[in-house]
């Protein structure tokens, strides 16, 4: 009888000292928490304190006003660029050029480029503008047609002029990507484009005539 009691008493206190560990370890596991919580409720405010010191200074980031460039890209398209001003020392440029809006013909757009020109030069951005650009679109005149390519081909040659060409831009790019509409058809572009020196610079379609077979 006695050996039993021992142990029960035994069993009683390991059982105890089970439930002394156990509060114990619960203890620590929620002081743990405690601390992971305040530590990253400190982070988030470190971060968002950044993020609106950031916002504040980021505020006086802005473009020039952008300038087109002289010749145009392609038809109805001209390349517009401006260098980025007041950008923070510690804050990455190229980064913030690309995340800025510049406004280009009233329209508030984002840089489809940036171009880091070293310390002295500064950083650019360059937008690919397709939108009120008159100059930047040619027209052909009328069409002249030279007949079959030859018997049997099916095709049918025109030619037409290209005017209001500027000096500055690349006839080949704005000739082919110049449209036209001629004897109720739709034309992207011409099948071929040709320099005649003095006489300029011609359109030429090859266009399917049933005439020509």
Excluded at 99 to 121: A, F, L, N, Q
């Amino acid at each position: 009888m006695r050996q039993r009691e021992m142990e029960i008493r035994e069993q009683e206190d390991q059982r105890r000292q089970w439930e002394f560990e156990k509060a114990e370890w619960k203890e620590r596991r929620d002081e743990w928490r405690r601390e992971r919580d305040k530590w990253e409720q400190e982070r988030r405010q470190r971060m968002e304190e950044k993020k609106r010191k950031d916002a504040i200074r980021r505020a006086h980031v802005k473009f020039e006003i952008p300038s087109p460039h002289k010749s145009c890209l392609s038809y109805g398209t001209r390349e517009y660029s401006a260098q980025l001003l007041n950008v923070p020392d510690d804050l990455n440029a190229l980064d913030i050029c690309y995340e800025t809006e510049g406004s280009i013909h009233d329209v508030m757009k984002r840089p489809d480029y940036c171009e880091d020109k070293g310390k002295w030069g500064g950083v650019y951005g360059h937008w690919k503008v397709d939108l009120q650009e008159a100059a930047c679109k040619p027209s052909f005149s009328s069409f002249a047609d030279k007949g079959c390519l030859n018997n049997g081909s099916g095709i049918r040659i025109y030619h037409s002029h290209l005017e209001n060409l500027k000096g500055s831009d690349n006839w080949e790019v704005m000739c082919s990507t110049t449209p036209a509409d001629f004897f109720q058809h739709h034309f992207d572009s011409p099948t071929h484009c040709a320099d005649w020196g003095i006489y300029g610079i011609w359109g030429i379609w090859e266009v399917h005539d049933t005439n020509c077979q």
